[in-house]
């Protein structure tokens, strides 16, 4: 199997880096899809990558252009996928799907998993196929802090990959029937108590927030405690909490359980962020304004390389055109580039291109799945830098 390979779960500056890769020979990008529902058992999953390792092949006797070394190198590393994912090393358990990048003139074997499910697919190209990274790339990290007077759970993730971090539990006196002094002094004692415990907590989670990314923060327990655990947060952490509280019971819910009460703040939350870019959008498309809008003006923007965040549309795909020499992009296929003249070379995907227009100048991707706005645009749009 040769050396070590690399494996690990999608994070931002990890994806980043994929997509930024150019090596100098072609490369395979194999993604395997690993939903539950469908391929939970050996024999599934077996199948599914027989059929992988089939179009691979398929594919890459279908490639022009390819030299007769790059052909030899590109069939040995199908039978080293191969190999791996019908090994014991192969890191199916956690995963919703997994990516494999492979090019061994260029030293690349490099794998994956994503938290949610991908449809299967091979490519074979001169640049990794990168758009289920784009994908893993919005997925939000999630900090989630669950709360009582006596104890603390502290989760971290993205919302369909929520994993524990830390348990607290304090001792806190119990309450007793006792009149007089004693009892409000033993009251006191128990409010000091559940406080010192709730500021630890908090303590924990500030801790996580400084050390690590995160986008939201989410918190549970009982209404009479939570507030009380949210007042002991950082200045620079209590702004990143949302409204909504997570409903689960403390005492008994498994990982599983709070990853879906959390997965309908993260719906809520996303329709948010995206009802807030598009209506950024529709206020700066027009003369002068920060927006464009449509297939022609978002490729000038980013051929200017003035794109801040690229939206786009599910379903959103069309073929263009790119200049060989500088880059351009183009809505046209057969014409020559206004730039320098060269004929321009056909895309069959222009979504990807797009994509990867985006990230080299270090702009963000987001896909609009919620609202209907991109629509009249063909699927495609972006907010500008100026």
Not at 77 to 99: C, K, M, N, V
Not at 225 to 253: M, N, Q, Y
Request: net charge negative.
């Amino acid at each position: 199997m040769g050396k070590p390979v690399a494996v690990s779960s999608v994070a931002a500056g990890q994806a980043r880096r994929l997509i930024e890769y150019k090596p100098e020979h072609p490369l395979i990008s194999l993604y395997m899809d690993l939903d539950p529902e469908r391929f939970a058992i050996a024999p599934a999953r077996a199948s599914q990558i027989r059929s992988l390792v089939d179009e691979a092949g398929r594919e890459l006797e279908a490639q022009e252009g390819l030299s007769h070394d790059e052909r030899i190198a590109l069939r040995s590393d199908i039978r080293r996928i191969d190999e791996f994912l019908t090994s014991p090393q192969a890191p199916f358990r956690g995963a919703r799907a997994l990516a494999v990048f492979c090019s061994s003139p260029a030293g690349l074997f490099e794998v994956v998993q994503l938290l949610r499910p991908t449809e299967a697919r091979v490519s074979v190209g001169r640049s990794p196929y990168v758009e289920p990274l784009v994908a893993a790339l919005q997925d939000r990290r999630w900090l989630v802090a669950l709360v009582s007077r006596r104890e603390g759970r502290v989760l971290e993730g993205p919302a369909e990959g929520l994993a524990e971090q830390a348990r607290l539990e304090d001792f806190v006196r119990g309450r007793h029937d006792q009149g007089g002094w004693s009892q409000a002094n033993y009251e006191r004692s128990i409010e000091k108590d559940t406080e010192d415990h709730l500021r630890r907590v908090a303590e924990a989670v500030n801790r996580l927030w400084r050390t690590e990314r995160f986008h939201r923060i989410a918190a549970g327990g009982p209404p009479e405690v939570v507030p009380r655990f949210e007042a002991h947060l950082a200045g620079d952490v209590r702004p990143h909490l949302i409204g909504e509280r997570v409903a689960v019971d403390l005492s008994s819910a498994n990982e599983e359980q709070v990853r879906r009460a959390v997965a309908g703040l993260v719906a809520e939350d996303e329709k948010r962020s995206e009802r807030d870019a598009l209506d950024r959008l529709q206020d700066g498309i027009g003369s002068g304004g920060r927006g464009a809008g449509g297939p022609y003006d978002t490729l000038v923007a980013l051929n200017e390389r003035r794109v801040q965040t690229l939206l786009l549309e599910p379903a959103m795909d069309r073929q263009g055109g790119r200049c060989p020499q500088c880059g351009m992009l183009t809505v046209e296929a057969n014409a020559r580039c206004p730039a320098d003249g060269s004929e321009l070379e056909e895309v069959d995907h222009l979504r990807e291109a797009a994509i990867e227009a985006a990230l080299a100048q270090g702009a963000d991707v987001f896909v609009v799945r919620h609202y209907p706005d991109l629509g009249p645009l063909q699927g495609i749009a972006a907010l500008l830098r100026f």
